[in-house]
């Protein structure tokens, strides 16, 4: 399962086709024009949005989360950011699934609020540049998306 918001978050995710071009996956992201025609070919769940301090759509992207999840039964949730990856790790890690965060790339001089929330949650984290490892010791660099 590929969660993430839509523009920037999502063209990290779409940057990794090589990785998940032969696997089944489902797509969460929001319903913009970006997204949907950069995704016309997939399988998409639309989430709610806007999630930065958005305490209803934080909810409903809950509730969602664990229709999906449940549902799906993903091997993996994977993640660039950013709001709409919390409620799918928080829902991913209560059932043992695999969770990875990918910090996004023009991040290296502080951690973003989505990875400091999902930190907790997060099997494998990710990084871009080796300068993140400061902000995340424990992380492994896999280079840059884009």
Known sequence: MLVGSSGGHLAQLLALRPWWADRARHWVTFQTPDAESLLVEETVTWAHYPTTRNLPNLVRNTVLAGRLVFRHRPEAILSTGAGVALPFFVIG??????????????????????????????????????????????ATVVGTLL
């Open 93 to 138: 890690r209560l059932l043992r699934i695999p969770t990875v965060y990918i910090e996004v790339y023009d991040r290296i001089d502080s951690r973003t609020l989505t990875a400091r929330l999902c930190r907790p949650f997060t099997t494998s984290l990710l990084v871009q540049w080796e300068e993140q490892r400061r902000l995340y010791p424990h």
